[in-house]
């Protein structure tokens, strides 16, 4: 069986006036991150893993920042659109190893939550999403408060494999 991995990156600054989007799920946050969409890096880093994985090109090919019908667009419909192209390229989901790199806010608390919104839209087992969250000890733009990075790793399978 032909296994195939993934890697997707993502970064937004910090912006007054916007919610805080992570994993799909609201943040009680005073900031919020700047985007065309609603900025959730932690989606936008697992679609670009899936993505790259069924070699699908990027999130922004897909879905440009550039197109007025993704402007304020809720990244869960996104990442469920993301889901139907790499099950319409053959392939599903093995598992999501994902992290977030923030100084602020704390992230533990959110991520059962994180990990059960995530699961539902890509309709997948929670057990199959690995989220954990980091600091970077207050070095670089996020350890400056700047911004928030994520990045995540992605095993898919073709669709007609057996266990």
């Known amino acids: 069986m032909k296994i195939r991995t993934g890697f997707g990156y993502d970064v937004h600054a910090f912006a007054h006036g916007r919610a805080l989007w992570l994993g799909g799920i609201r ?5 919020g991150l700047a985007g065309h969409s609603d900025a959730d890096v932690l989606i936008h880093a697992i679609c670009d893993a899936l993505l790259g994985a069924a070699g699908l090109r990027d999130i922004g090919y897909h879905f440009p920042d550039t197109a007025d019908e993704y402007r304020g667009i809720d990244s869960k419909i996104l990442l469920a659109r993301t889901m139907a192209l790499l099950h319409d390229a053959g392939y599903e989901l093995g598992n999501v190893d994902a992290t ?11 991520i059962p ?10 309709q997948v087992d929670p057990a199959d999403i690995s989220i954990k969250a980091t600091t970077t000890e207050k070095l670089g733009f996020t350890g400056r408060n700047e911004g928030i990075a994520a990045c995540a790793a992605v095993l898919i399978l073709p669709a007609n494999h057996t266990n």
Do not use: C, G, N
């Open 27 to 31: 943040i009680d946050h005073p900031l």
């Open 100 to 110: 977030i790199v923030a100084e602020q806010p704390k992230l533990s608390p959110h």
């Open 113 to 122: 939550q994180m990990r059960q919104t995530l699961a539902e839209t890509m």
